[in-house]
Structure formats: structure tokens, C-alpha cells
């Protein structure tokens, strides 16, 4: 599926939005893989990911004071805008993205 200039322009900034309210980490998953949708909504355009759509399924470490494993599933796309908005944050030096 081709996604139009302006649709990648509004996910980007959404990843960013949600990088910045901290709903998204800002540090790659140390596990992914991929396969069809498991309905679970995407933290960047917050639809349900469909059972005939690809899902990335991203596995993040445990973070201080917390032992569990963050799970988030993305549409490709979404997992994208996401990967764009970090770096465009890192390169900005945000306080979204600061290394902590």
C-alpha cells in the first residue's frame, strides 16, 4: 500500500507527540518481529491492527523501578514515523529524548 506525502507528514508527527508525552520510549526494541495483526491498537495512530495487516510486535527492556517487559505493536508505517521522530528528536536535542 502507498501511503500519500501528507499521511507519512501527520504519522511523524504523531510519533513525535506520543514521543514527547513519553507514551513512546525513545530507544530502539531489543526484540521485534512481525506477523498479522493482532487487534491490539498502535500507539502512533491508535487504530486496532488488523488480522490482514502486518504488525510489528517491539519488545523494550524493563525500565528503572519495573521488572516487566513493555510490549508495543505498530503498523509498519507507524514503526517508521517512529523511528523518523526519534531521530529527528535526538537530533534536536529534546528533553523527549534525552539519554537517561
Known amino acids: 500500500m502507498l501511503y500519500s506525502h501528507y499521511y507519512q507528514q501527520d504519522l511523524r ?3 513525535l507527540a506520543a514521543l514527547r508525552a513519553e507514551v513512546l520510549p525513545c530507544f530502539p526494541a531489543q526484540r521485534s518481529c512481525a506477523g498479522r495483526g493482532s487487534g491490539e491498537a498502535c500507539p502512533v495512530c491508535g487504530h486496532g491492527i ?12 524493563a525500565t528503572k523501578g519495573s521488572s516487566a517487559v513493555r510490549e508495543l505493536h505498530m503498523h509498519l508505517p ?3 514515523a517512529w523511528e523518523v521522530a526519534m531521530k529527528f528528536a535526538r537530533s534536536q536535542c ?3 529524548c534525552s539519554d537517561s
Open 94 to 96: 529534546s528533553s523527549a
Open 13 to 15: 508527527r504523531r510519533a
Open 50 to 61: 488488523e488480522p490482514a495487516e502486518l504488525e510489528l510486535e517491539l519488545e523494550f527492556a
Open 78 to 80: 507507524c514503526f517508521m
